[in-house]
């Protein structure tokens, strides 16, 4: 995917997670509340997995913990 990409989608997960973040302590309505805690898991998911991938780029590269894998981690 190439360190450039990663980056961005890491950024964009990270804006995703912090929204659903706020919606959260502004949602009152049980379904709103449901459909918020399924679109965190799903968000957890694709960020553990581009962890991963990134993690795996750093080794390949020689890089040990690059600022991406730190960037999906916060």
Request: with cysteine; proline share 0%; net charge neutral.
């Amino acid at each position: 995917m190439g360190r450039f990409g990663l980056t961005v989608q890491a950024g964009i997960l990270l804006g995703r997670a912090l929204r659903n973040l706020r919606d959260a302590s502004t949602m009152l309505q049980d379904s709103s509340l449901a459909f918020q805690n399924e679109e965190a898991e799903v968000l957890e998911n694709a960020i553990f997995a581009l962890a991963k991938v990134s993690s795996e780029e750093a080794q390949i590269r020689g890089i040990g913990i690059c600022g991406l894998t730190k960037l999906c981690y916060r």
